[in-house]
T-cell receptor, first 118, second 112 residues
Framework: AQKITQTQPGMFVQEKEAVTLDCTYD???????LFWYKQPSSGEMIFLIY??????QNATEGRYSLNFQKARKSANLVISASQLGDSAMYFC???????????????FGKGTKLSVKP | EAQVTQNPRYLITVTGKKLTVTCSQN?????MSWYRQDPGLGLRQIYY???????DKGDVPEGYKVSRKEKRNFPLILESPSPNQTSLYFC???????????FGQGTRLTVV
């Protein structure tokens, strides 16, 4: 079974509008971290935002926020006021805690390609 | 500036010719790892290191070697590259195995 599921292979959003990228995860470990990364066409992998499993509040970083719904095992990324430079692949990822002996492996979803239209 | 630096960014080589991709981080991170990214397969961990002189295999270690003699450096070595190692490679570092990882710029390797 996939541990990270991103169901939207591609999405379009109008410039200046908000967009939500979906991510669901699966783990039996009570301690884990959830991450979002951006990969532009140039190829680099850029860290955007982090949510810990014990964090009470949703994480925010500038125009990025993470809608964390623990019971539903979802960690959706919300980008507010989209810009043309937001066009890229977005990956949701998870690091499990010590209980499952993950050794720190970042488990990635397959990604969502976001295109921002002017 | 805090960063992870990989070199080279692009490399075309021939089968069997040993190569090394260097990785250096200036954030004093304990944990470092290597990933490869392939279409349809996503990102997969090759090797990781919890600290100096401590390395271990990830999900796809065959054909690769690593070393961690210093905290800041974590080179990836391909002793005898083959065409199936053509890929986009990323080095990443983080404070621990559970915190956010910062990635290098990536190395596009082609083995012919």
């Amino acid at each position: 079974a996939q541990k990270i599921t991103q169901t939207q292979p591609g999405m379009f959003v109008q410039e200046k509008e908000a967009v939500t990228l979906d991510c669901t995860y699966d783990t039996s470990d009570p301690s884990y971290g959830l991450f979002w990364y951006k990969q532009p066409s140039s190829g680099e992998m850029i860290f955007l935002i982090y949510q810990g499993s014990y964090d009470q509040q949703n994480a925010t970083e500038g125009r990025y926020s993470l809608n964390f719904q623990k019971a539903r095992k979802s960690a959706n990324l919300v980008i507010s006021a989209s810009q043309l430079g937001d066009s890229a692949m977005y990956f949701c990822a998870m690091r499990e805690g010590q209980m499952v002996g993950s050794q720190g492996n970042l488990i990635f979803g397959k990604g969502t390609k976001l295109s921002v239209k002017p | 500036e805090a960063q992870v630096t990989q070199n080279p960014r692009y490399l075309i080589t021939v089968t069997g010719k040993k190569l090394t991709v260097t990785c250096s981080q200036n954030m004093n991170h304990e944990y470092m790892s290597w990933y490869r990214q392939d279409p349809g397969l996503g990102l997969r961990q090759i090797y990781y290191s919890m600290n100096v002189e401590v390395t271990d295999k990830g999900d796809v270690p065959e054909g690769y070697k690593v070393s961690r003699k210093e905290k800041r450096n974590f080179p990836l070595i391909l002793e005898s590259p083959s065409p199936n190692q053509t890929s986009l490679y990323f080095c990443a570092s983080s404070w621990t195995a559970y915190t956010e990882a910062f990635f290098g710029q990536g190395t596009r390797l082609t083995v012919v």
